[in-house]
């Protein structure tokens, strides 16, 4: 997969997670997958169409879900991923789909997107897609958030 179609996410995840208050946010370990699966406690899905195809996961701990949503909430405490805290993740995620799309729409791919899925449960294992798929870890002071970028370009 091109380079272009994957750092607009990595750049969209900094910049929303900016404006939360987070600052030095890396981006980790990248690997490939024959197919897009989730089994972190937490996974954001938006689905893409337009000039590309696919699907984009958010994956991160229930302990690093909890210190975003709790920073989207001006700091309100999170003890659990109750359905504000819920709705604040899937925010964040329609908010880095969103951005993604319009830095893609800058470089001249269309694309639209779906509102996010969340999906929350410790031991689950889902096979979302069977695109290949690029997996980039980016560190953030929240805690690690693995994007999932399988698109058919």
Do not use: H, W
């Not at 089994?39 to 302990?63: F, K, L, P, Q, W």
């Not at 964040?92 to 779906?114: C, E, K, P």
């Amino acid at each position: 997969m091109d380079i272009k179609y994957i750092n607009p996410f990595l750049e969209a995840l900094k910049n929303v997670l900016e404006t939360f208050g987070a600052s030095d946010i890396k981006k980790g370990g990248l690997q490939k997958k024959e197919t897009m699966l989730a089994d972190m406690d937490i996974t954001s899905i938006i689905g893409i169409v337009g000039d590309v195809r696919g699907n984009i996961a958010y994956c991160m701990t229930e302990e690093t879900g909890k210190k975003i949503a709790s920073a989207m909430m001006m700091g309100m405490p999170v003890e659990t991923l109750d359905s504000i805290a819920r709705s604040a993740l899937g925010e964040m995620a329609n908010m880095m789909g969103g951005r993604a799309s319009a830095i893609l729409s800058q470089a001249g791919v269309a694309t639209d997107l779906t509102p996010p899925s969340i999906i929350i449960g410790r031991d689950i294992m889902l096979i979302i897609s069977s695109v290949q798929t690029v997996a980039v870890d980016m560190e953030t002071p929240f805690g690690r958030i693995q994007i999932n970028i399988g698109l058919e370009v």
